[in-house]
């Protein structure tokens, strides 16, 4: 007995309820693995922010906050570290680079991060990528300004545009530094990481737009111009952290110990990985209830197909009645059920990969632009595949139960008439 295209043109025949309980397992498939990717594709972008760094320096504080201000440009330092603490520590001899980084200022909603030519030079993200540049050239003025891709292409900065910087954090309401403006220099080439949503400028630029400003806000009657200000020695006072790159990571611990011992000033001194991975720890709730989500859908499709054909044996009688007739066992009535369990599983399996590709090609540049994250249309993975087999085998057992069903139904059953 033919039994797939017997159970295909079964379902053509109760084609209004078979589609929906395709579209319903469709729906859940396209969510449970459009969320398991999006959600693997943030891990990794979330761990490659930062790579090849192994210490983050920044005043007395709690590890998470110094990450999400140092590398994330999220919230604000307690306090800075002095100039010249800075500089007494970056002469230790285990240490191979530093990158000091100055916060605090910010232009239409965008963070500004004063750094020096070594942030080019030692930064890495990814995989121990280095940072790129799609147009420009890093700082050769007082007042060049290095935009992350996502700045340049939002407010539709070119090399040469002028550009003001904001006192301080937010989009309104704030005194600006219209005196002293910034020319863009560079642009970098896209990274998927917040290096995208950062406008960098030298630490000078950052001394120089402050030189005539005290407690946050300009002194009345001392006002110097920018021609003024680039013949000055422009040596920062303080900056609000540094990242470090050793000689040997053998030694990474007793650097460490060395800064959060440091006597001169309170200082905190980060494994950029630990720190990563407590703070993935804490978003892991919200990661935990998207996967439930996602479970608790793929259920209800199943037990929405588990009910359609448990309903259909009791419609179905003298059909199987009439099966049985012309010879059909029992065993291939029991298959009979199982197989259009597993074509409508199939089937929707198939629309809901179809629907889950076509979300991400259609969404993929606005995630990317809205939130830096880079999901590729890839073929499914292991893990994928692991979803997709575990939903096959769920929605065979949920055919099961109403095949046993049928299954046990005799001829003299089917045929009889009840009153």
């Given at each position: 007995?033919?039994?797939?295209?017997?159970?295909?043109?079964?379902?053509?025949?109760?084609?209004?309820?078979?589609?929906?309980?395709?579209?319903?397992?469709?729906l859940s498939v396209t969510l449970l693995?459009?969320?398991?990717?999006?959600?693997?594709?943030?891990?990794?972008?979330?761990?490659?922010?930062?790579?090849?760094?192994?210490?983050?320096?920044?005043?007395?504080?709690?590890?998470?906050?110094?990450?999400?201000?140092?590398?994330?440009?999220?919230?604000?330092?307690?306090?800075?570290?002095?100039?010249?603490?800075?500089?007494?520590?970056?002469?230790?001899?285990?240490?191979?680079?530093?990158?000091?980084?100055?916060?605090?200022?910010?232009?239409?909603?965008?963070?500004?991060?004063?750094?020096?030519?070594?942030?080019?030079?030692?930064?890495?993200?990814?995989?121990?990528?280095?940072?790129?540049?799609?147009?420009?050239?890093?700082?050769?003025?007082?007042?060049?300004?290095?935009?992350?891709?996502?700045?340049?292409?939002?407010?539709?900065?070119?090399?040469?545009?002028?550009?003001?910087?904001?006192?301080?954090?937010?989009?309104?309401?704030?005194?600006?530094?219209?005196?002293?403006?910034?020319?863009?220099?560079?642009?970098?080439?896209?990274?998927?990481?917040?290096?995208?949503?950062?406008?960098?400028?030298?630490?000078?630029?950052?001394?120089?737009?402050?030189?005539?400003?005290?407690?946050?806000?300009?002194?009345?009657?001392?006002?110097?111009?920018?021609?003024?200000?680039?013949?000055?020695?422009?040596?920062?006072?303080?900056?609000?952290?540094?990242?470090?790159?050793?000689?040997?990571?053998?030694?990474?611990?007793?650097?460490?110990?060395?800064?959060?011992?440091?006597?001169?000033?309170?200082?905190?001194?980060?494994?950029?990985?630990?720190?990563?991975?407590?703070?993935?720890?804490?978003?892991?709730?919200?990661?935990?209830?998207?996967?439930?989500?996602?479970?608790?859908?793929?259920?209800?499709?199943?037990?929405?197909?588990?009910?359609?054909?448990?309903?259909?044996?009791?419609?179905?009688?003298?059909?199987?009645?009439?099966?049985?007739?012309?010879?059909?066992?029992?065993?291939?009535?029991?298959?009979?059920?199982?197989?259009?369990?597993?074509?409508?599983?199939?089937?929707?399996?198939?629309?809901?990969?179809?629907?889950?590709?076509?979300?991400?090609?259609?969404?993929?540049?606005?995630?990317?632009?809205?939130y830096g994250l880079y999901i590729p249309?890839?073929?499914?993975?292991?893990?994928?595949?692991?979803?997709?087999?575990?939903?096959?085998?769920?929605?065979?057992?949920?055919?099961?139960?109403?095949?046993?069903?049928?299954?046990?139904?005799?001829?003299?059953?089917?045929?009889?008439?009840?009153?």
């Open positions: 007995m033919r039994l797939f295209p017997l159970a295909y043109r079964s379902l053509l025949n109760r084609r209004a309820t078979a589609a929906l309980t395709v579209l319903a397992i469709a693995l459009g969320v398991e990717r999006i959600r693997m594709e943030a891990r990794t972008s979330f761990g490659n922010t930062v790579s090849g760094t192994d210490l983050i320096v920044g005043a007395r504080g709690g590890s998470i906050q110094l990450l999400l201000y140092a590398v994330f440009r999220v919230g604000s330092a307690t306090n800075d570290i002095s100039w010249s603490s800075y500089s007494e520590l970056a002469a230790d001899p285990a240490i191979a680079w530093t990158i000091p980084i100055s916060l605090g200022d910010s232009h239409r909603g965008f963070r500004v991060l004063g750094t020096t030519d070594d942030y080019f030079r030692y930064f890495r993200f990814g995989e121990r990528r280095p940072l790129g540049f799609e147009s420009g050239a890093p700082f050769a003025d007082v007042f060049d300004a290095v935009l992350g891709a996502d700045v340049a292409r939002t407010l539709g900065y070119k090399l040469g545009d002028r550009m003001i910087v904001t006192h301080g954090i937010g989009t309104g309401g704030l005194s600006q530094h219209n005196d002293k403006p910034f020319r863009v220099a560079g642009i970098l080439a896209k990274t998927g990481t917040p290096v995208d949503r950062t406008i960098h400028v030298s630490l000078a630029g950052i001394e120089a737009i402050h030189i005539d400003w005290r407690g946050g806000a300009r002194v009345p009657g001392f006002k110097f111009s920018a021609e003024d200000v680039r013949k000055m020695a422009l040596q920062p006072k303080t900056v609000t952290a540094f990242l470090v790159g050793l000689k040997s990571r053998l030694g990474a611990f007793k650097v460490l110990r060395r800064i959060n011992a440091y006597e001169r000033e309170p200082l905190t001194a980060i494994l950029p990985g630990v720190a990563l991975h407590e703070l993935w720890s804490l978003l892991g709730t919200a990661e935990t209830a998207l996967s439930a989500i996602s479970y608790m859908v793929l259920g209800t499709s199943l037990l929405g197909m588990l009910t359609m054909m448990l309903a259909g044996v009791n419609e179905r009688r003298r059909e199987m009645a009439i099966l049985r007739s012309v010879g059909a066992q029992s065993r291939h009535i029991f298959l009979l059920f199982v197989c259009e369990a597993l074509v409508l599983t199939v089937t929707g399996i198939a629309l809901g990969l179809a629907l889950m590709y076509g979300g991400l090609f259609a969404a993929q540049p606005f995630i990317e632009g809205q249309i890839a073929a499914p993975g292991g893990r994928d595949g692991m979803f997709l087999a575990l939903i096959m085998g769920a929605g065979l057992i949920a055919g099961a139960a109403p095949a046993y069903r049928a299954y046990r139904q005799s001829l003299a059953d089917g045929m009889a008439i009840r009153t």
